[in-house]
C-alpha cells in the first residue's frame, strides 16, 4: 500500500518563502499522480488549492504555486501571510487517491 | 455555484451501518464527467479518501474499506449517499462529500463535512 509522506511542521516567517512537499513510498511523484494540495484551517472543510501538480484554482492566492521538485510534489508560498497558517495536505492517484499526513505551517 | 451538504446520524452504535446522503445544489448531479465522492477526517488526524461514483452508479473504492462500502446515486433527488456496515470506534470521523471532475482529475467542491461518532 502506499504512503504519502509529508513534513510534520514547518515554520516560516511572515513575508518569507516556504516550500511543502509530498513524497510516495512507491518512487518519484510524477505527473501521472495528478498531485493535489489543500489547505485547512479548524473547524473548515479542506479548501482546495492546486491540482493536477501546478493547476490553480480561480480562488487559489498567486502567492501559492505548485510543481515537482527532486521527485517530490511540491507547494511554495512566496510572501507568506499571517492567514497562510494552517494544514496542507498532499493528495496523489496510484489507482486510487492517497492524502498525506499533512503540513502544520506556522508562521511566525 | 455548486454546493453540497452532509446529512445523516451523528451518532452511530458500534456492528451498525453508518449511513450518511450528500445533497448537491448549484448543478445537476448527472452532469457528464463530474463524479461524486466522499472522503473522511479523524478527528485531529488525516483525510481519506473513500470512495466515489458516477451518475450512472459505476463505483469506485478505496481498497480498504470497499468489503464494508456500498455508495448509490439518486439522480431524482441529486443526491447521493454513503452506506459503510460493520463499523467500529476507527470509524468516527467528520465525513465529507465533494464533487470529483475526471477529466481535471480535480476535488473542486467540498461539503462542510458531518461528524459521526460510533459509540455505544
Known amino acids: 500500500q502506499t504512503v504519502v509522506t509529508q513534513e510534520p511542521s514547518l515554520t516560516v516567517s511572515p513575508g518569507g518563502t516556504v516550500t511543502l512537499t509530498c513524497a510516495s513510498t512507491?518512487?518519484?511523484?510524477?505527473?501521472?499522480?495528478?498531485p493535489h494540495w489543500f489547505q485547512q484551517t479548524p473547524g473548515q472543510p479542506p479548501r482546495p488549492l492546486i491540482y493536477?501538480?501546478?493547476n490553480k484554482y480561480s480562488w487559489t492566492p498567486a502567492r501559492f504555486s505548485g510543481s515537482l521538485l527532486g521527485g517530490k510534489a511540491a507547494l511554495t508560498l512566496s510572501g507568506v501571510q499571517p492567514e497562510d497558517e494552517a494544514d496542507y495536505y498532499c493528495?496523489?492517484?496510484?489507482?486510487?487517491?492517497?492524502f498525506g499526513g499533512g503540513t502544520k505551517l506556522t508562521v511566525l | 455555484q455548486v454546493q453540497l451538504q452532509e446529512s445523516g446520524p451523528g451518532l452511530v452504535k458500534p456492528s451498525q451501518t453508518l449511513s450518511l446522503t450528500c445533497t448537491v445544489s448549484?448543478?445537476?448531479?448527472?452532469?457528464?464527467?463530474?463524479?461524486w465522492s466522499w472522503i473522511r477526517q479523524i478527528p485531529g488526524k488525516g483525510l481519506e479518501w473513500i470512495a466515489y461514483?458516477?451518475?450512472?452508479?459505476?463505483?469506485y473504492y478505496n481498497p480498504s474499506l470497499k468489503s464494508r462500502l456500498a455508495i448509490s446515486v439518486d439522480t431524482s433527488k441529486n443526491q447521493f449517499s454513503l452506506n459503510l456496515n460493520s463499523v467500529t470506534a476507527a470509524d468516527t470521523a467528520v465525513y465529507y462529500c465533494?464533487?470529483?471532475?475526471?477529466?481535471?482529475?480535480?476535488?473542486?467542491?467540498w461539503g462542510q463535512g458531518t461528524l459521526v461518532t460510533v459509540s455505544s
Open positions: 461514483i458516477y451518475y450512472s452508479g459505476t463505483t
Open positions: 512507491t518512487g518519484a511523484v510524477t505527473g501521472g499522480s495528478f
Open positions: 493536477s501538480t501546478s
Open positions: 448549484g448543478g445537476s448531479i448527472s452532469s457528464n464527467d463530474h463524479y
Open positions: 493528495l496523489l492517484y496510484y489507482g486510487g487517491w492517497v
Open positions: 465533494a464533487r470529483y471532475i475526471g477529466g481535471s482529475r480535480e476535488f473542486d467542491y
